[in-house]
């Protein structure tokens, strides 16, 4: 079993950057797919961003070319960049592990951290 917790998020301006991190434990990242997520208020949660155990990543069309995952096996931590921020994008960012897959759909994944909220003003 794998504990996630989310860290990094904030308050931001419009057109700023944060890194979001997600650091594991109890297991390691190797062993899973990472996806973020986030869900705004009022809106579903939906998928941002995955990790795969394979080394491939995948972005939602609407943060493709602005965000950007990564993993740091060292540290056991997956990290998601996420630039040129808008204020819809306010949400609740949220890291969550997939073990029996090699994808990122919300309905499959198995752990979830709490999330870290982003809040982007204009």
């Known amino acids: 079993e794998v504990q996630l917790v989310e860290s990094g998020g904030g308050l931001v301006q419009t057109g700023g950057s944060l890194r979001l991190s997600c650091v594991a434990s109890?297991?390691?990242?190797?062993?899973?797919?990472i996806g973020w997520f986030r869900q705004a208020p009022g809106k579903e949660r939906e998928e941002v961003s995955c990790s795969g155990i394979d080394g491939r990543t995948q972005y939602s069309d609407s943060v493709k070319g602005r965000f950007t995952i990564s993993r740091d096996s060292a540290k056991n931590t997956v990290y998601l960049e996420i630039n040129n921020l808008e204020p819809e994008e306010t949400a609740v960012y949220y890291c969550?592990?997939?073990?029996?897959?090699?994808?990122?759909?919300?309905?499959?994944?198995?752990?979830w951290g709490l999330g870290t909220r982003v809040t982007v003003s204009s």
């Open positions: 969550a592990a997939n073990v029996g897959e090699p994808h990122c759909r919300y309905y499959d994944m198995d752990y």
């Open positions: 109890g297991d390691t990242i190797a062993d899973y797919a």
